[in-house]
Nanobody, 124 residues
Framework: QVQLVESGGGLVQAGGSLRLSCAASGSTFNNIAMGWFRQAPGKEREFVATISGGAGSTYYADSVKGRFTISRDNARSTVYLQMSSLKPEDTAVYYC?????????????????WGQGTQVTVSS
């Protein structure tokens, strides 16, 4: 069973940057797609970014396109979310997730394993 552990959250001022990490264990990491989602207080969880297994094709929510970058290091079984030009509306608990297929997805129901989440707070 795959386990995911996120890290890297924290408090940052608007305009600042943070890098989230998600370390995976217990699976063949290279061939599985990974995703980042977030949930703000009082809101439903939403898609942020996804990366395919293998060559690492990426897709982003419109709200983060151009500011966030998802990447993966298969040797370290880790996926990253580099967040720049952060805004107060980016404040949320960020979750990484993996699916059993190589193809990326923006839909929560396509992911079978989730991390515990890491808090990101952006102050104005």
């Amino acid at each position: 069973q795959v386990q995911l552990v996120e890290s890297g959250g924290g408090l940052v001022q608007a305009g600042g940057s943070l890098r989230l990490s998600c370390a995976a264990s217990g699976s063949t990491f290279n061939n599985i797609a990974m995703g980042w989602f977030r949930q703000a207080p009082g809101k439903e969880r939403e898609f942020v970014a996804t990366i395919s297994g293998g060559a690492g094709s990426t897709y982003y929510a419109d709200s983060v396109k151009g500011r966030f970058t998802i990447s993966r290091d298969n040797a370290r079984s880790t996926v990253y979310l580099q967040m720049s030009s952060l805004k107060p509306e980016d404040t949320a608990v960020y979750y990484c997730a993996c699916r059993r297929l190589i193809l990326p997805s923006k839909f929560e129901h396509d992911y079978s394993v989730w991390g515990q989440g890491t808090q990101v707070t952006v102050s104005s």
